[in-house]
T-cell receptor, first 115, second 111 residues
Framework: GAVVSQHPSRVICKSGTSVKIECRSL??????MFWYRQFPKQSLMLMAT?????????EQGVEKDKFLINHASLTLSTLTVTSAHPEDSSFYIC???????????FGPGTRLTVT | GESVGLHLPTLSVQEGDNSIINCAYS??????FIWYKQESGKGPQFIID?????DKRQGQRVTVLLNKTVKHLSLQIAATQPGDSAVYFC??????????FGAGTTVTVRA
């Protein structure tokens, strides 16, 4: 149980375009989803927290107009990187929580490369 | 083998030996701690967790120790196997359900 999927697993896009990444909880209802960014050989950095049906809460330094997060249902959250630039190239990881415990279930990650 | 978290981010250990991975956490108010394993190109995988009202918890081949006095967390892996090669992160709960991750320790198991 507690499986989280992400799609796509890898994406390459041109500078200036937008990319959408999906995060799905497959076998439980995720009241809260989290989006992280991980640069090579670095730790996971929390970008934002989203609760179903409400606006995401962004961490300091994360541009909410650049990283659009939608959590429209209890099983799906999306992260859209708008007007992507090469410095946005990173590994994006989502996690989901059922809300009754602190445990987060992580997705497999999405490798974004902006050329 | 033993790591000292941020100062020694890599740990090389002989197969069959025990590994100790250390982590210094930042927030004395944190009440929940987790160890994750991350293999290359994959998301973090839950290993074991511990709440702040405990100082030790054991799982299958793993033990987590928590010392709140010095804000230190360690993960012990018994009889380390090649499949244990990965990056290991400690994480602390510091605000609602948010997690703050440590820098990570790369464990390499020598055959």
């Amino acid at each position: 149980g507690a499986v989280v999927s992400q799609h796509p697993s890898r994406v390459i896009c041109k500078s200036g375009t937008s990319v959408k990444i999906e995060c799905r909880s497959l076998d439980f209802q995720a009241t809260t989803m989290f989006w992280y960014r991980q640069f090579p050989k670095q730790s996971l950095m929390l970008m934002a927290t989203s609760n179903e049906g409400s606006k995401a809460t962004y961490e300091q330094g994360v541009e909410k107009d650049k990283f659009l997060i939608n959590h429209a249902s209890l099983t799906l959250s999306t992260l859209t990187v708008t007007s992507a630039h090469p410095e946005d190239s990173s590994f994006y990881i989502c996690s989901a929580s059922g809300g009754t415990s602190y445990e987060q279930y992580f997705g497999p990650g999405t490798r974004l490369t902006v050329t | 083998g033993e790591s000292v978290g941020l100062h020694l981010p890599t740990l090389s250990v002989q197969e069959g030996d025990n590994s100790i991975i250390n982590c210094a956490y930042s927030n004395s108010a944190s009440d929940y701690f987790i160890w994750y394993k991350q293999e290359s190109g994959k998301g973090p995988q839950f290993i074991i967790d511990i709440r702040s009202n405990m100082d030790k918890r054991q799982g299958q081949r793993v033990t987590v120790l928590l010392n709140k006095t010095v804000k230190h967390l360690s993960l012990q892996i018994a009889a380390t196997q090649p499949g244990d090669s990965a990056v290991y992160f400690c994480a602390e709960n510091f605000n609602d359900y948010k997690l703050s991750f440590g820098a990570g320790t790369t464990v390499t198991v020598r055959a």
